[in-house]
């Protein structure tokens, strides 16, 4: 999907895909740092590193519904809506395959997991997403989104594939985190429209990237913690 220049502040034109660009995505430089991954890749994936995945998961989806729903609240016009509520239909709809095949199969209670402490950089997620919900503008938002969406589907995609050739590892997981394989269309390509209206909303141009960026780290860190026993 091309996105037509808008103006900016200046008066010169500026393509909504600059925004993106601009976050730079180094998803090579995102596999290699993962521990989680190079845990699956030299073999080393225990159960207790699934159970402590798909808590992470479950508390970070808490989060992200409440956000999403809020964004949509704050953002009715149809295009940043409809953005936003696809989002939260997507989160709902891994949280269907969370209760009914990856939990169960790692002997989790959804109840239990519910009421389990948080992870520190599992907290800080949750917390910088609640924080985008509240704050953002839809284009910051979006960007958020779609960042998140590119880094985590290509990270599930490659896991994936390694994680099905480990025998100790329940087919229920591999299904769950390969039903992230591709990133929506809706979702990283929907975000160029977002973009072209909050700035038609004289949302700043500046403030666009500004939680995209801290995406990458964020999410470095939670892989890192799942990865860690004890």
């Keep these: 999907m091309s996105a037509a220049p808008l103006p900016d502040r200046r008066g010169s034109s500026v393509p909504a895909t600059e925004f993106i660009d601009t ?42 519904f409440t956000a999403y729903g809020v964004l949509s609240a704050r953002f009715p016009h149809e295009v940043p809506g409809g953005f936003f509520s696809f989002v939260g239909h997507e989160l709902m709809q891994a949280r269907h395959r969370m209760v009914a095949g990856l939990a169960p199969a ?15 950089p599992v907290r800080q997620f949750t917390e910088f997403i609640s924080w985008v919900a509240l704050h953002a503008g839809a284009a910051e938002a979006a960007l958020l989104a779609r960042t998140d969406f590119t880094l985590w589907c290509n990270t599930c995609a490659v896991l994936a594939d390694v994680l099905s050739e480990a025998e100790q590892v329940p087919e229920a997981v591999v299904e769950y985190i390969g039903a992230y394989r591709d990133n929506p269309p809706e979702v990283a390509d929907g975000v160029l429209q977002v973009i072209e209206y909050g700035r038609t909303q004289r949302e700043p141009d500046e403030w666009i990237t500004r939680s995209a960026v801290r995406m990458e780290p964020a999410l470095r860190a939670w892989w890192r913690a799942v990865a860690t026993s004890g």
Excluded: C, K, T, Y
Aim: aromatic fraction near 6%; avoid cysteine; charge should be negative.
């Design 23 to 64: 976050v730079g995505i180094n998803i090579p430089e995102h596999l290699s740092a993962n521990e989680f991954l190079s845990l699956a890749r030299e073999g080393m994936i225990e159960e207790e590193h699934l159970r402590r995945f798909a808590l992470a998961e479950f508390q970070s989806q808490e989060a992200e």
């Design 106 to 120: 790692l002997g989790m209670s959804p109840d239990e997991m519910r009421r389990a402490p948080r992870l520190e």
